[in-house]
């Protein structure tokens, strides 16, 4: 009898261990799965996120044509060529601060040369393409805009023109 319950004991331990070893590859089985699956959900993840990068970063360029695009567009329209052909035409002193050719010509440069400044407008778009206008045409102005800080107390009348020419290598000296 003794030696029946040692059987016994022994048959219940060895399925016992057999039991649990079978429990445990089953839950190493499991666990390898859900390990899988968390891999590959953080692969979806990182694909995800640096597809989302690469589409922001196409927009920005993007947006950023568009805008030379427009600058270029706007610089050709009829109504700001005859506007700088009347700043070309006026000598600097005979230009009077409500002359409205003058100040169509200043604030599309102050406007474009805030945007360029922000990095909305790539500043290849005046270097290239018209650097020489822009400062003929600040060098010009000078007086015109000066005069109008002073009549309307605004130091920041035309301050993108300013930033724009200084930035373009323009050296005329304003206060």
Same mark, same amino acid.
């Given at each position: 009898?003794?030696q029946?319950?040692?059987?016994?004991?022994?048959? *219940?331990?060895?399925?016992?261990?057999? &039991?649990?070893?079978?429990?445990?590859?089953?839950?190493?089985?499991? =666990?390898?799965?859900?390990?899988?699956?968390?891999l590959? #959900?953080?692969?979806?993840?990182v694909?995800?996120?640096?597809?989302?990068?690469?589409?922001?970063? #196409? +927009?920005?360029?993007?947006?950023?044509?568009?805008?030379?695009? *427009?600058?270029?567009?706007?610089?050709?329209? %009829?109504?700001?060529?005859?506007?700088?052909k009347?700043?070309?035409?006026? %000598? %600097?002193?005979?230009?009077?601060?409500?002359?409205? *050719?003058? +100040?169509?010509?200043?604030?599309?440069?102050?406007?474009?040369? @805030?945007?360029?400044?922000?990095?909305? @407008? %790539?500043?290849?778009?005046?270097?290239d393409?018209?650097?020489?206008?822009v400062?003929? =045409?600040?060098?010009?102005? +000078? =007086?015109? &805009? =000066?005069?109008?800080?002073?009549?309307?107390?605004?130091?920041?009348?035309?301050?993108?023109?300013?930033? #724009?020419?200084?930035?373009?290598?323009?050296?005329?000296i304003?206060?």
């Amino acid at each position: 009898m003794i030696q029946h319950t040692n059987l016994n004991w022994n048959y *219940q331990h060895i399925c016992k261990i057999r &039991i649990e070893k079978h429990l445990h590859i089953r839950n190493n089985s499991r =666990q390898k799965g859900e390990n899988m699956i968390g891999l590959i #959900l953080d692969i979806i993840g990182v694909a995800t996120g640096t597809i989302g990068m690469v589409v922001a970063g #196409l +927009s920005y360029r993007d947006k950023r044509f568009i805008a030379a695009k *427009q600058y270029l567009e706007a610089f050709g329209d %009829p109504d700001f060529l005859g506007a700088r052909k009347h700043v070309y035409n006026t %000598p %600097p002193c005979d230009m009077d601060i409500r002359d409205e *050719q003058a +100040s169509l010509v200043v604030n599309f440069f102050h406007e474009w040369g @805030l945007l360029a400044k922000r990095r909305y @407008l %790539p500043m290849w778009v005046f270097k290239d393409a018209n650097k020489a206008a822009v400062i003929r =045409q600040y060098e010009m102005l +000078s =007086q015109n &805009i =000066q005069k109008k800080r002073e009549s309307l107390n605004d130091d920041t009348y035309a301050a993108g023109f300013t930033w #724009l020419y200084k930035k373009l290598g323009g050296n005329a000296i304003m206060d």
